[in-house]
């Protein structure tokens, strides 16, 4: 496997760098982001074509067009890069179409694989495929109901969805002042979401919530007293 990282200066990749690897059975392109990131997996025998876009000036873009009609980019990587990863994908897709042998990356070391290996492989990258398609068809049809947040949480990666999870609860555990505003803030959107109440609404109920609440503790103090 050979693994191609942006470069940090670029645009969108300062802290969370985009990354390429390339090994036998195809490539995997990863975008990470602060709360959620995006990868794909791709197998040879599904991209059609790949693209590399090298200004004069600035890094080069990497754009990889599969067969059914998808499109996976990235960008912030240096010319010479971006030339090495199109040449290493060419020559992916003539191997798994018969044309030439297998890939063979600079440092000389190649995988030996039977067929079962190879099978299994593109069972799951094509499990890994229809697995993001279908998340990034339930997101659209919640996106075109009005509910962003929803979309958002079924389009998330089961990893990350898993990771904020423990996040919440490492953080509930360390201070639980804080998950408390944060779970309350979670309750609001999906309320939100799920009554279509605007937010000045739900602002004002909030407002008058707590002045009932804090003219019902003064009350019990009157009382007490």
């Known amino acids: 496997m050979k693994k191609f990282v942006a470069n940090r200066l670029s645009g969108g990749n300062r802290i969370f760098p985009s990354e390429i690897s390339i090994d036998n ?72 179409r018969g044309s030439v042998g297998e890939l063979s990356f600079s440092s000389n070391v190649t995988t030996e694989t039977n067929e079962h290996d190879v099978e299994l492989e593109r069972l799951r990258l094509e499990k890994e495929q229809q697995d993001l398609t279908l998340r990034m068809i339930k997101g659209q049809r ?52 799920a009554t279509k109440i605007s937010w000045k609404k739900i602002g004002i109920g909030i407002a008058v919530l707590f002045l009932l609440l804090v003219g019902y503790a003064l009350f019990l103090h009157h009382l007490s007293n």
């Not at 990131?37 to 754009?63: A, M, N, Q, Y």
């Not at 990350?160 to 509930?172: H, M, S």
């Not at 201070?175 to 999906?190: A, D, K, W, Y």
């Open 142 to 193: 919640l996106r075109d109901k009005n509910r962003p947040f929803a979309a958002w949480l079924t389009e998330l990666d089961p990893l990350y969805t898993y990771g904020l999870g423990l996040l919440i609860l490492a953080t509930f555990t360390i201070m639980p002042v804080i998950s408390g505003l944060i779970v309350f803030v979670l309750v609001l959107i999906v309320i939100q979401e």
């Open 25 to 96: 059975f195809g490539v995997t392109v990863k975008i990470p982001g602060f709360f959620s990131g995006r990868e794909k997996s791709l197998s040879f025998d599904t991209i059609s074509s790949v693209r590399i876009d090298c200004p004069l000036v600035g890094f080069s873009s990497i754009t990889l067009n599969t067969i059914g009609f998808d499109r996976v980019s990235a960008d912030g990587f240096s010319k010479d890069d971006a030339e090495e990863i199109k040449e290493l994908i060419q020559i992916g897709i003539q191997s798994i």
